[in-house]
């Protein structure tokens, strides 16, 4: 950090000292890089089956509570829990290949933000919802936890 002189004033006092800050791009400061933040995206992840809707109007949850993954710089595990809500239009989530596609995680380097899109990603690709939410709620490492959640269709997105 550098501080300006402080100049004096008409009767000895000073006027405060300017201070300029410099922030570093990330990768200075922590190491990460795009090599970091694109981890994973480009892994071969088992299909999600799908069945045939057979009602109109409802919702549903599906809770992944032990969720895990690895963080792409240290190697340390992410511990989790991965909620992924939607509304079916023709299409349901098969539950046996969708625990296949979470277990894939495991031992996946990638970060807890790009696993809750990835995630809502695969899901929409499989189902083809009306809508859904993809909720990641990551147990603390450090003394900082992550929620992140991911919505579809996408705010802002082309219709």
């Given amino acids: ?9 008409k009767g000895g006092a000073t006027e405060p000292r300017s201070l300029v800050v410099t922030i570093s791009p990330m990768t200075t400061r922590t ?12 892994h071969r992840f088992p299909e999600i089956d799908t069945w045939p809707n057979q009602f109109p109007g409802y919702e549903i949850v599906i809770d992944v509570p032990e969720f895990t993954s690895v963080c ?7 511990f989790g829990v991965l909620e ?3 509304m079916p239009a023709k299409l349901c989530l098969e539950l046996k290949s969708l ?5 894939e995680y495991r031992n996946l380097g990638i970060f807890q933000e790009n ?9 929409v690709r499989a189902a083809r919802p009306k809508w859904a ?3 990641g709620v990551f147990r603390p ?13 996408r705010s802002g997105a082309k219709k």
């Avoid at 550098?2 to 004033?9: A, C, D, I, L, P």
């Avoid at 792409?72 to 992410?78: E, I």
Wanted: proline content about 5%.
């Fill in 1 to 9: 950090m550098k501080t300006g002189s402080g100049k004096r004033r």
């Fill in 31 to 42: 190491g990460y890089t795009e090599r970091h933040a694109k981890a994973g995206l480009n």
């Fill in 72 to 78: 792409p710089k240290t190697g340390l595990p992410d």
């Fill in 84 to 86: 992924i809500r939607y």
């Fill in 99 to 103: 625990k296949e596609y979470v277990t």
């Fill in 115 to 123: 696993v809750v899109n990835r995630v809502l990603n695969d899901v």
């Fill in 133 to 135: 939410v993809v909720k």
């Fill in 141 to 153: 490492r450090g003394g900082i936890g992550t929620t992140v959640e991911a919505r579809w269709p």
